[in-house]
């Protein structure tokens, strides 16, 4: 692996395992078919993993808050921070990713 790509990867000499839970949401009135059923549900695993640690990954993650990003990237997260700031210090880019905000202090701080 190339250490200066951003891009969470496993330790050096770990194994890992790709688990892709690939599912559609149906309107077709069974509550186990709605978004939030599915939803709810891949939180619940991604929990028992945490509960029982886990190491575990989300890809493409869709976290509500800096602190899952930086959870997210690890030992990475303060090399991501100082690529942010140096190549997009009014963070306009991706702001629906919800890892930075313009006005950040995050990125003040790098």
């Given at each position: 692996?190339?250490d ?19 599912r559609s ?31 575990a990954?989300?890809?493409?993650p ?10 997210h ?21 991706s ?15 790098s």
């Open positions: 692996w190339d200066r790509t951003s891009v969470v990867i496993p330790e050096e000499g770990e194994t890992f395992y790709l688990v892709a839970l690939l949401a149906l309107d077709s009135g069974d509550v186990a078919q709605t978004l939030e059923f599915l939803s709810a549900q891949n939180e619940e695993i991604l929990r028992f993993c945490e509960d029982r640690a886990i190491p990954k989300q890809y493409l869709s976290y509500a808050d800096t602190a899952e990003w930086k959870r990237f690890g030992d990475k997260w303060d090399r991501f921070v100082r690529r942010k700031a140096a190549f997009d210090p009014k963070a306009i880019l702001p629906g990713q919800r890892i930075f905000r313009p006005g950040s202090t995050l990125l003040s701080d």
